[in-house]
């Protein structure tokens, strides 16, 4: 499973109604939709650290590397064009 899939699950899981599972587009603003808050975020991190074990630099958490899933593809160093 890609790393773009697993953000899309997760996000699904976490922050999602049951039965509401979407594809997200790169390009939805996460926080402005009102999706993932303040603490959104910081669980997202967490699970990019813990479960996919990627090690983000402290310089590298604001909202808005985190604001899109291409936003955090990009911080994360992988390619927005992969297929989903």
Do not use: C, W
Not at 8 to 26: D, H, K, T, W, Y
Request: glycine residues 4%; proline residues 5%; aromatic residues 6%.
């Amino acid at each position: 499973m890609q790393l773009r899939e697993k953000l899309i699950q997760f996000l699904n899981a976490e922050f999602l109604s049951v039965g509401e599972v979407q594809n997200i587009p790169l390009d939805y603003d996460l926080v402005d939709s009102g999706l993932v808050d303040s603490l959104g975020l910081l669980k997202l991190v967490s699970f990019i650290e813990e479960h996919l074990k990627v090690s983000i630099a402290p310089e590298a958490m604001t909202p808005d590397n985190f604001r899109t899933l291409a936003a955090m593809l990009r911080t994360l160093g992988e390619s927005s064009e992969s297929p989903a």
